[in-house]
């Protein structure tokens, strides 16, 4: 079956680093996918998507890879802040398939001041 | 004003009840969606209606059953509530049924089944 996996340990980083957060999938051939953003007690924010034409894709400090042949998106947040302090979920996806989204289980990012 | 809304927040019931949570889009997207969370942080889709109708329904047990009055409100309504249901539910909505639409969550509602 597919299987999603995020970095299951929390990342802690020291502010003003990158911070690089991975999503690997298996038995699954996405066409896209998306990045949220969830912080604790509240419902997950969008932040970015990337279809599996496009090997990488900016949003002000943000980028996301997709790369199709590794079977892998990166997520990544250039100058982290303490701000940035959340779990990042990704969430690939197929055409005709209703809109469902397949959600990872998160990376919880700390960044230290 | 809030887009997407859930009520109630939080939810203690005992085994056996029967419970609903609303959830409400004033964003005047057609789709709407049921997500569970459980403990473990996975988000899983149950439901999606796009504009009244059914389109995804996950293996949910028939326990568990959503109604869309219009395209602005769907409701989750949960019979003979188990152990196993607690979980945070989302409710989320999205301009189409699209997968590379973006979807809205609400706050969430936390059910902690006795």
């Known amino acids: 079956s597919q299987k999603i996996e995020q970095n299951s340990e929390a990342l802690n980083i020291q502010e003003g680093k990158t911070a690089t957060l991975t999503c690997n999938y298996t038995n699954y051939s996405p066409a896209y996918l998306q990045w949220y953003r969830q912080d604790p007690g509240r419902g997950p924010v969008f932040l970015l998507l990337i279809r599996e034409n496009e090997k990488e894709k900016r949003k002000e400090r943000l980028k996301v890879t997709f790369d199709t042949t590794l079977k892998q998106s990166l997520f990544h947040i250039t100058a982290s802040q303490p701000a940035d302090s959340a779990t990042y979920l990704c969430?690939?996806?197929?055409?005709?398939?209703?809109?469902?989204?397949?959600f990872g289980q998160g990376t919880e990012l700390s960044v230290k001041p | 004003d809030t887009a997407v809304s859930q009520t109630p927040k939080y939810l203690v019931t005992q085994m056996g009840n029967d419970k609903s949570i609303k959830c409400e889009q004033n964003l005047g997207h057609d789709t709407m969606y049921w997500y569970k969370q459980d403990s473990k942080k996975f988000l899983k889709i149950m439901f999606s209606y796009n504009n009244k109708e059914l389109i995804i329904n996950e293996t949910v047990p028939n326990r568990f059953s959503p109604k869309s009055p219009d395209k602005a409100h769907l409701n989750l309504h949960i019979n003979s509530l188990e152990l196993g249901d607690s979980a945070v539910y989302f409710c989320?909505?999205?301009?189409?049924?699209?997968?590379?639409?973006?979807?809205?969550f609400g706050p969430g509602t936390r059910l902690t089944v006795l």
């Open positions: 989320a909505s999205s301009y189409g049924g699209a997968g590379t639409d973006t979807q809205y």
């Open positions: 969430a690939p996806g197929r055409y005709n398939q209703g809109g469902k989204l397949i």
